[in-house]
C-alpha cells in the first residue's frame, strides 16, 4: 500500500517538462502541429489499425493537428515522436498516459508505422520512454494491453521486461472474430534489474 502522502507528492516530477530521448537508433523527441500529416498517414496504416485502434475512431487532419499541436502542453501525460536517426523521419509515436501520482503509475502505448517497423526502433524507443518515466519521473508501476495475437509487439515488450498479468477474454469483435487481450506490466525495482542486467553492472 502506498504511504504517499501530499507532501510526498509534491516532491514528485510532473510530465511538463518534454524531453529530448536519444537512443543508438531512434531520436525521441516532442511532438509539433506539423507532425500530423505524417503520423496521419502512419494512424492508416493497416497494420497499426489492426493492432491499435477501435474500429469506431475517426480521425480527421484537423484534429490530429489540434492532437500533437498541444501535446507538449500537457502536463500528466508524455507523448513523444518517435524519429530514425539514420534518416530523421518520424516513424512512430510513444506514450505514458493515464498518470496515477498517488499510485506512481502510467499506461504506455506506441505505434510504429511501416517506415521504421522491424529495425529495432520500436524496442528502443519503448526502452527509452520507459527509463524515463521510472528515472526521471519516478513511477513505481507502468502497464499496458496488447492484443494477444500480436506476437512482435509482446516480444517487444518482453524483451524490454513488461511481465504478463493476465487475459482479458474476447475484448473485441473484429471481422467476426473475438480477440483476447494480454495485460501486462514492469515495476520500478524490475527495470533496475533489467537495467543493471544491461550494463553488466
Ligand atoms: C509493435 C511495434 C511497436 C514493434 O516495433 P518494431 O520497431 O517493429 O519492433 P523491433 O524491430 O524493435 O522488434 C521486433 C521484435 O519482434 C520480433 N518479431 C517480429 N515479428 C514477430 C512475430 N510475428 N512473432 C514473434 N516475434 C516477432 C522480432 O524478431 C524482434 O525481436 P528480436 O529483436 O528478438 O529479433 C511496431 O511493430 C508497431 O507499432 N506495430 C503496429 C502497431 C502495434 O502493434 N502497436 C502496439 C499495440 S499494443
Known sequence: MSNNTFADLADLADFAHKPVLTGERALLRP?????AITMAGIIEDPEVVRYTFEPS????LEGLRAWYGSRSDQTDRLDLAVTDRTTGLLVGEVVLHDWNPYARS???RTLIGPQGRG?????EATRLIVAYGFERIGLHRI???VYSHNHRARRVY????????GTRRQV???DGAWLDEKMMSILSHEWDHV???KEGV
Open 119 to 123: 529495425r529495432g526502433l520500436g524496442t
Open 106 to 108: 502510467c499506461s504506455f
Open 158 to 165: 518482453e524483451k524490454v521486461g513488461f511481465v504478463e498479468e
Open 143 to 145: 502497464q499496458l494491453e
Open 172 to 174: 473485441q469483435l473484429r
Open 195 to 197: 537495467r543493471r542486467a
Open 31 to 35: 511532438f509539433t502541429e506539423a507532425d
Open 57 to 60: 475512431d475517426e480521425f480527421t
